[in-house]
C-alpha cells in the first residue's frame, strides 16, 4: 500500500542533545516532500519543504532535513534540541502529477519532549 | 495576515445528530482542503476544491458527508446522520493558487474543529 512511514512515534530528549527522525514514503515518481510540525495547543505549521534542487533543506528553528531519493527517506534532523521544541512532528508527501495532484499523504506522526 | 479560520473549535453532539463546520481560508487562496484526523494518526484529505469546484472527493463518504465553496470562499463540511466513529479533529487549510501551478507553495491549516459523538 502505498504511505508514509514515521518509524518513532514517541521521542524523549534532553536539552541539547541531536535530533533525527525517520520518515520513508512508498510512492514512485515524482514527489514533494514537507515536515510539518504542531506544538501543544497550536495548529499545524511548515517546518521545511522539498521541491527540487539540493537535497538538503533547512527550516525554520534550525532544523533540515535530507532527501535521500534511492531510500525514498526525507529524515529530519537537528544538531541540538530546546525545551520549546517539545511538539509533534509529521512528514507528508504530494505526489507530482495525477488525479491527487495536491493531496497530502501524512505520516502518523512523532511526538517529540525535551526535558529541560 | 490572518490565518485559516474555523468554527467551532468544539462540537460535542449525540450520535444521528447532524453537524456542520465551517471554514474561512486566507484571502486570496484558490484551494481549500478538508482533512480528518483520528487520534493518534496523520491528517486525511477529504476533500479539495480549486476556487469553488471540488477536484478531489474520492475519500469523502457520500452516503453521509457532503462539502460545499459556495463563491470560491468559504466553506462548509457537514455530516448527516454523526456516527460514533465520526469523533475526530476535522481540519480545513488553504494553498495559493492550483495544485501543480507556479504559484503552488504549501498549505496552511487552521486549528481544527474537535468533533466528540456521544
Known amino acids: 500500500a502505498q504511505s508514509v512511514s514515521q518509524h518513532n512515534h514517541h521521542v524523549i530528549l534532553s536539552e541539547a542533545a541531536s535530533l533525527e527522525l525517520g520518515c520513508n514514503y512508498s510512492y514512485g515518481g515524482t514527489v514533494n516532500l514537507f515536515w510539518y510540525v504542531q506544538y501543544p495547543g497550536q495548529h499545524l505549521q511548515l517546518l521545511l519543504k522539498?521541491?527540487?534542487?539540493?537535497?538538503l533543506v533547512k527550516g525554520i528553528k534550525g532544523f533540515e532535513a535530507e532527501f535521500i531519493k534511492s531510500k525514498f527517506s526525507f529524515n529530519l534532523r537537528k544538531p541540538s534540541v530546546q525545551w520549546s521544541d517539545t511538539a509533534e512532528y509529521f512528514c507528508?508527501?504530494?505526489?507530482?502529477?495525477?488525479?491527487?495532484?495536491?493531496?497530502?499523504?501524512f505520516g502518523r506522526g512523532t511526538q517529540l519532549t525535551v526535558w529541560p | 495576515e490572518a490565518g485559516v479560520v474555523q468554527s467551532p473549535r468544539y462540537k460535542i453532539i449525540e450520535k444521528k445528530q447532524p453537524v456542520a463546520f465551517w471554514c474561512n481560508p486566507i484571502?486570496?487562496?484558490?484551494?481549500l482542503y478538508w482533512y480528518l484526523q483520528n487520534l493518534g494518526q496523520g491528517p486525511e484529505l477529504l476533500i479539495r476544491y480549486e476556487n469553488e469546484e471540488a477536484v478531489d472527493d474520492s475519500q469523502l463518504p457520500k452516503d453521509r458527508f457532503s462539502a460545499e465553496r459556495l463563491k470560491g470562499v468559504d466553506s462548509t463540511l457537514k455530516i448527516q446522520p454523526a456516527e460514533l466513529g465520526d469523533s475526530a479533529v476535522y481540519l480545513c487549510?488553504?494553498?495559493?493558487?492550483?495544485?501543480?501551478?507556479?504559484?503552488?507553495?504549501?498549505?496552511?491549516f487552521g486549528p481544527g474543529t474537535r468533533l466528540t459523538v456521544l
Open positions: 522539498y521541491f527540487s534542487g539540493d537535497p
Open positions: 484571502s486570496g487562496h484558490n484551494t
Open positions: 507528508a508527501v504530494t505526489r507530482g502529477r495525477g488525479s491527487t495532484l495536491g493531496r497530502l499523504y
Open positions: 487549510a488553504s494553498s495559493p493558487g492550483i495544485a501543480g501551478g507556479p504559484s503552488y507553495n504549501e498549505q496552511f
